[in-house]
């Protein structure tokens, strides 16, 4: 039996497709599922970043996980392999929230965490018995899981198997590592708690370690949604890794760092970056969106802290409050610039499949489709809302939102906020702005003159 795994890219907003000669690091989930499968299924794994999937090699099964982001070309990919008569089963966080659309798609629909439905959708499919639905009754457990195959990948496209050049002296290459899955807030906006739950389940931290050591990490990048978010199992976390010797990045709340000692632990680990989710200067607008654990007074002396102990922050903001006013986008990048932050990625606020903040825009009329995912022309990244306020229309949200993110990565502010002094990590932090510089000008043409 022979099973294709395909990882969907996304459209742009000029209706392309997103192609990548190569990437950081890899998806875990497609080498995850390769693990769960027996071991006398042959597996390949397919990367449409790369190029359009092999719809002519022969396999028994085509296996497609996908984003909401990515959904609208993951239905194209499926569509054309079911048109070739090639059986095709779907799952991931998008497919398990919105099951029934998937089901228009798909022969099979995997819904949930798939360490139990997976290898049972296999053993029923060999035995022609395949049900169209998978559902996951319980959350699984995380105790001995295997490790990703990341073998069956074509390693020459991602960075983090190259371990020559320039790359060795970096933070990255990074290897996808989990430790825990669950989140225990409920902010309006993300879809985490209604795809794994509000608890917080951790994986043994000698099963992490191992996974470490198996896949050969020189350094990794924990994908749990906040790594701190149980202080006593981070620590046990963060004193196993001081053994290995990595350097790692990952997740977490700004309010970690009222824990000056577990932020210094995690840097004595190897932490060298976090991402963490400010989004808004507003409390009036953090409240709306249930983030009520984000104390806007606090950003300062956290961001402090965490320059302190030697963690560059990746600061997320979200734009698209109700009320919010045309001055937030340039009061944000002076705030970042002001406090050194060394990177900030910025989003409009999105309504994803099973969140409260989509069922709410729903039933006030804020979305111009209730499925925009689903739309070439809306599934791009200002599509889905309607701007009704006179002050801040569509394309004035848009020009102040680029204008101000433009600026932040300008030569001036970079120097600014990494040169004045030079942070303790100044060369990479430089390297890296000028990444984020040039995927911008990609996405944007904001840097073409």
């Not at 049900?131 to 457990?141: G, L, V």
């Not at 149980?230 to 963060?238: G, K």
């Not at 804020?366 to 809306?378: A, E, I, N, Q, S």
């Amino acid at each position: 039996m022979k099973i294709k795994l395909i990882e969907p890219t996304r459209c742009l907003g000029n209706g392309q497709l997103l192609r990548k000669p190569w990437l950081i690091s890899p998806s875990l989930t497609l080498p995850y599922l390769a693990a769960l499968a027996p071991d006398d299924v042959e597996i390949v794994i397919e990367n449409d970043y790369f190029g359009e999937p092999n719809y002519e090699e022969p396999v028994d099964l085509v296996g497609i996980t996908s984003y909401t982001n990515r959904a609208l070309r993951a239905y194209e990919i499926a569509d054309e392999f079911r048109r070739r008569k090639v059986p095709v089963v779907m799952g991931g966080i998008h497919v398990s929230l919105a099951p029934d659309e998937a089901a228009e798609h798909a022969d099979t629909v995997v819904v949930g965490e798939a360490e139990e439905t997976w290898p049972q959708f296999i053993e029923d499919f060999r035995k022609g018995r395949a049900k169209e639905r998978y559902t996951a009754e319980r959350y699984p457990s995380l105790a001995n899981l295997p490790p990703p195959k990341f073998p069956l990948l074509d390693q020459s496209r991602y960075m983090c198997f190259r371990p020559k050049g320039l790359w060795r002296l970096l933070p990255t290459p990074l290897m996808p590592i989990q430790a825990a899955r669950g989140c225990p807030h409920n902010c309006e906006f993300c879809s985490v708690a209604a795809f794994s739950g509000r608890q917080y389940r951790a994986r043994p931290v000698g099963d992490v370690i191992a996974e470490i050591k198996a896949v050969g990490a020189r350094s990794c990048f924990f994908v749990d949604d906040n790594i701190f978010a149980a202080p006593q199992y981070a620590r046990e976390l963060f004193r196993a890794l001081i053994a290995l010797g990595l350097k790692w990045t990952g997740q977490g709340t700004l309010a970690a760092a009222k824990d000056r000692e577990l932020l210094e632990l995690a840097a004595e680990s190897g932490c060298v970056a976090m991402c963490v989710g400010l989004e808004s200067l507003s409390r009036k607008h953090l409240h709306s969106v249930r983030k009520t654990h984000n104390v806007v007074e606090d950003y300062p002396k956290h961001l402090k802290t965490y320059r302190d102990v030697g963690i560059s922050v990746t600061a997320t903001m979200i734009f698209g409050f109700d009320t919010e006013d045309a001055s937030s986008f340039d009061e944000s990048c002076d705030f970042l610039v002001r406090h050194r932050v060394p990177f900030t990625h910025w989003f409009p606020l999105t309504p994803y499949p099973g969140t409260a903040l989509l069922a709410r825009l729903r039933e006030e009329g804020g979305l111009k489709d209730d499925r925009w995912w689903l739309r070439r022309d809306l599934a791009r990244r200002f599509g889905p809302l309607k701007f009704p306020s006179a002050e801040v229309t569509e394309e004035v949200f848009r020009e102040r939102f680029f204008r101000a993110w433009k600026r932040f990565y300008s030569w001036r502010n970079i120097a600014r906020r990494i040169l004045l002094p030079p942070a303790k990590r100044w060369p990479i932090e430089i390297l890296f702005n000028l990444a984020h510089r040039r995927d911008l000008s990609r996405d944007t043409s904001l840097f073409d003159t």
